[in-house]
T-cell receptor, first 111, second 116 residues
């Protein structure tokens, strides 16, 4: 089955710092999704990537779909306290209506 | 705004007492999912409905059942909750068609289940 490695597992950063996290896979994916989950809430879709090499921004967030189609990264610039939460990469399987979830990156921000 | 709604947000049930969690959506999506999420873990898919077709995951215990009476509503029934079933239960939807974006899933806020 698909194996996803998401890193880092957790980060504790100072407000204003930039953040970078990534996911790597042993298999090729044709889509990469990034979600954020606030404490006690459901995951919210942040960015969807559909093409190898694609670089997409959403405000202070930037995500890239790796050329090999086996990896993706998410950057957050100038972090703020409300960026706190768990970030998941979740590429969909091509068939079967299923997402493969990374283990998540826990982000904590010191203000 | 179109959305996925879950009720209740918090549910307390007794060991062995059946409980039902509900999900509704105004997105008119044809696929609905139920996930179980335990603390500090990724969501784990229990089953999903593709229209009226039920698709169970191989490792989902028989204790968990689901109903989808129409496009908008989906229910999760836990027949005899155990202490290990305490978790966040997430409902999600997706629009399954060949167009770009059909693989994105949209989650509800979740129901936190406590078993006493």
């Amino acid at each position: 089955g698909q194996q996803l490695n998401q890193s880092p597992q957790s980060m504790f950063i100072q407000e204003g710092e930039d953040v970078s996290m990534n996911c790597t896979s042993s298999s090729i994916f044709n889509t990469w999704l990034w979600y954020k989950q606030d404490p006690g809430e459901g995951p919210v879709l942040l960015i969807a990537l559909y093409k190898a090499g694609e670089l997409t921004s959403n405000g202070r967030l930037t995500a890239q779909f790796g050329i090999t189609r086996k990896d993706s990264f998410l950057n957050i610039s100038a972090s703020i306290p409300s960026d706190v939460g768990i970030y998941f990469c979740a590429p969909p399987l091509e068939y079967g209506n299923k997402l493969v979830f990374g283990a998540g990156t826990i982000l904590r921000v010191k203000s | 705004d179109a959305m996925v709604i879950q009720n209740p947000r918090y549910q307390v049930t007794q060991f062995g007492k059946p409980v039902t969690l509900s999900c509704s959506q105004t997105l008119n999506h044809n696929v609905m999912y139920w996930y179980q999420q335990k603390s500090s873990q990724a969501p784990k898919l229990l089953f999903h409905y593709y229209d009226k077709d039920f698709n169970n995951e191989a490792d989902t215990p028989d204790n968990f059942q689901s109903r989808r009476p129409n496009t908008s509503f989906c229910f999760l029934d836990i027949r005899s909750p155990g202490l290990g079933d305490a978790a966040m239960y997430l409902c999600a939807t997706s629009r399954d068609n060949p167009r770009r974006g059909s693989l994105e899933q949209y989650f509800g806020p979740g129901t936190r289940l406590t078993v006493t």
